[in-house]
């Protein structure tokens, strides 16, 4: 796995004991990482007990066939938006059965994406109460802005499975 962000396997580690420690399980969605959150949360020890398992959603037509993203959301607002990462979470954490959806999307570059500059990365997360996303805007090279976006990701899941956080 990458080592361009130091504190991966460390946020994942956090993140699977918070998880099991609660009872809750995990589901991915992405785009942007194409499975790198997933595959960080399957490197930790008793990920088993949590992570139910993902999706890698590069092309729009997994977003709306496997994940439900609506087409006309995807035809208007395009793949790298904040509503279109919180249905993609929603999509996942639906089709895997997980308390917790998290997704990526966004773009890595070299050169910007149907008119989304290089760097700007949408998080979404999915529970029982709903989906919202996160917009980042990261800069570096192709590597390091997925390894930051991947970061982001186990950083909001973290966010959701703090103890004093809201139920998931």
């Known amino acids: 796995m990458t080592t361009l962000h130091p504190n991966l396997h460390r946020i994942a580690e956090q993140a699977v004991n918070q998880a099991i420690e609660r009872g809750l ?18 490197d930790t020890p008793g990920a088993s007990g949590m992570l139910q398992g993902g999706v890698v959603s590069y092309q729009d037509s997994v977003k709306a066939g496997v994940l439900g993203v609506p087409r006309d959301l995807l035809d208007d607002v395009g793949a790298v938006d904040g509503e279109v990462a919180a249905a993609m979470a929603a999509g996942t954490r639906r089709i895997c059965g997980a308390d917790i959806g998290v997704s990526t999307t966004g773009v890595a570059g070299p050169e910007p994406h149907a008119g989304k500059a290089v760097g700007s990365v949408y998080v979404g997360i999915a529970t ?11 800069e570096g090279s192709r590597a390091e802005i997925r390894a930051l976006a991947c970061a982001a990701a186990l950083d909001r899941l973290l966010e959701v499975l703090a103890p004093t956080g809201q139920p998931a």
């Open 25 to 42: 399980t995990v589901a991915t969605a992405e785009s942007l990482t194409a499975g790198m959150v997933a595959a960080v949360l399957a």
């Open 128 to 138: 029982a109460d709903g989906s919202t996303s996160y917009a980042y805007t990261f």
